[in-house]
């Protein structure tokens, strides 16, 4: 692993020891310098380590101090901004470089990178040494910048003698089994052990476990020994380094003719140390030595830790560009968004995740800033820079197009964020790809203006966002791009496109659909993953299994086995409101209200004819007691005899008879039994008494309808009073007419008089 920090690391080209045979290198294989051939005029080489002070025409590419750093940066930004003349002459260069970095790791060195960042991304301007200073722009402006090492566990289980635990670097290719483990038998073939060769027969142990095959470093790239090895049945594969150093990330070479075959990888890789390596093949040969007589090599691939699980949302990223001419990389990465865009708005929308897109910017020196392959690349007056799409700086889209894009879909997310729809992302960045494609000369400002308009996304908001590109200040998004690229805490530094990070943890593994949906759900803490990580293709249901070895009520089908995307947890259950509780392997009951509603909450129960007893009670919210008539301790409960036992009918004369769960008592003669008091009465006594209850009774009932028909009259006089005084206010009654008859008389005859 390169650690830009340490102050007396020695930093590897290219491990000389791995190269094919007919690539040219200087003789000493094992000398820490490593001369990379370069165009320029001077046709000088780059010197690694700096043990001495730069001279004219040496350019200082990896520094492992602060002040080489800086250094490097500005001797490479030339080069990023004036691409060499001689195309042709770095052709050259670069194709002879990638014959002999054949067998490369990930991370070794800026300008072993610098191969790889023109396969990820050979839109990058000038050829090879562009293609290096854009690395250098990317990681040397941190001060504290480093790459990380994804690693995964390799436990030897069998023979006893060699158990132990080791590291191993996961490749990046091929599947990892995020959140999961392997159990293989190691077989290391006694031919064609560097795997650069296809195998001529299928490896098989005689245990018939999976076959995690070991090759030897070297010859031939990492990619091709693990399809090899896939191709001969191996499920997975560890590649043995052959030289004592730091464990290295294997990467998959650049994408040609030739290489088709690393997106059909699906097997994990791991490489491991020298010393571990080499025990391993030891105890490998001699059993296949012993013809399959002695113990097999048994170890477990652990993948479990390599991606964080701290609670039920995951949190990911994905460093991508807009740009569409990138070659190979950049149609893999629209292939992954448009494949990936369903599982990521499907838990986006359940709240089981958050996506946060990212785009990798570069700055122009101060110098250069006039000069105009600085404007045509960069926006804000230098600040923010991405490489001509085309490396031909007066055709075609120039490189500040690509930056003020990538700025949109950076403020279309902002902005669909605000908005409670932060999934509208991935159908912008689709739709602006069929509508607006680099390739059909459609990548312009109204294409995309026009996307998110008819994505209801506010445009409005999107510019005030964008803010003015040909403004001479800080643009705070991009500005904000390029702090987050700096690594912190367990993330390295972002180097290259595309990069996916996880939990803060950078993927490993090819960028497609599935494989990274089960990277993703690995990073649930488990028994929290939505319905999409149980699915039968991405894992295997182990409760199907002997019900994963927990608890489980036969009769009900209640189980305590919960299935989980890293394997399964045995969990008392809660079904329909009922909470059970227990270690959930042996025993789980049931507790609270309605317990009983469920198999009687456990208890016995048990059924004859048409009567059922249980020794549930529906008062009780815990617990087991069998029903009267019975005894037991409650899962078990048997008939009480009542008669044998003389616990009832015991009256002199009385004739018991017991039954399921009760007794029949019959008194003797013309008497009565009453069960309560356990008595027999004379019959007679029992006819008086019933003609005394109901003589009272009829008391009772005659001075109820006594009362009721007196209230009622009383109530009938009290309203018809209240009648007569209110129309005695409105109408002359009879004895009124009266009074007033004779006054009306007298009126009259003195009228006559």
Known sequence: MLDTNAP???????????????????????????????????????????????????????????????????LLQVFFLFPPSSSRCWGRERGRLAGAAADRTYGQQLIGRSEMAARRAPWLAGGLVAAVAVQLLMVAVPVRGRFVVEKSSVRVLAPEHIRGHH????????VPDYGGTLTGVVIYPDKKATGCDEFDTKFKAKSRRPVILLLDRGECYFALKAWNAQRAGAAAVLIADSVDEQLLTMDSPEASAGT?????????????????????????????SAAGAGEEVIVKLDWRESMPHPDERVEYELWTNSNDECGPRCDEQMAFVRGFR?????????????????????????????????????????????????????????????VVENLRQLCVHRVANDTGRPWAWWDYVMDYKIRCSMKEKKYTKTCAEDVVTALGLDLKKVLECMGDPEADADNAVLSKEQEDQIGSGSRGDVTILPTLVINNVQYRGKLERTAVLRAVCAGFKEGTEPRVCLSHDIETNECLHRNGGCWRDEATNVTACQDTYRGRVCECPVVNGVRYEGDGYTDCKAIGPGRCALNHGGCWSETRGQQTFSACSET????????????????????????????????????????????????????????????????????????????????????????????????????????????SQYMPLDSQNNENQPLRQHDSEALRH
Request: charged share 20%; aromatic share 10%; glycine share 8%.
């Open 620 to 727: 009780a919210l815990t617990g087991c007691r069998c029903p009267s008539g019975f005894h037991g301790d409650g899962h078990k409960c048997e008939d009480l005899d009542e008669c044998r036992e003389k616990l009832a009918c015991t009256c002199p004369g009385c004739q018991c008879k017991n039954t399921w769960g009760n007794y029949e008592c019959k008194c003797k003669g013309n008497q009565l039994y009453i069960r309560g008091e356990d008595v027999c009465i004379a019959n007679s006594m029992s006819k008086l008494g019933w003609f005394i209850t109901i003589a009272a009774v009829a008391c009772v009932v005659g001075i109820g309808v006594a009362g009721y028909v007196f209230y009622k009259y009383r109530l009938r006089s009290y309203m018809d009073s209240e009648i007569m005084s209110i129309m």
């Open 260 to 288: 088709e075959y690393v997106d059909k990888i699906n097997i994990p890789s791991a490489l491991v140390n020298r010393a571990f390596g080499e025990s391993l093949k030891k105890m490998a040969q001699k059993v296949a």
């Open 8 to 74: 007396d690391q020695t930093p590897i080209l290219y491990d000389s020891s791995n190269l094919p045979p007919s690539s040219s290198r200087r003789p000493n294989s094992k000398s820490p310098l490593r001369l990379l051939r370069t165009c320029t005029d001077q046709l000088q080489y780059i010197s690694l380590p700096f043990s001495q002070p730069p001279t004219p025409g040496f350019a200082w590419l990896v520094a492992t101090r602060r002040r080489d750093r800086r250094i490097a940066l500005s």
């Open 167 to 174: 590291d191993a670097a996961i490749g990046n290719f091929g």
């Open 342 to 402: 369903g599982h990521a708005q499907l838990l986006e929308r359940g709240g089981y995740a958050r996506f946060t897109p990212h785009y990798i910017t570069w700055y122009c020196p101060e110098a250069f800033r006039l000069t105009q392959q600085c404007k045509s690349q960069c926006i804000n007056h230098g600040r923010y820079c991405a490489p001509d799409p085309e490396g031909d700086f007066g055709a075609g889209y120039e490189g500040k197009d690509v």
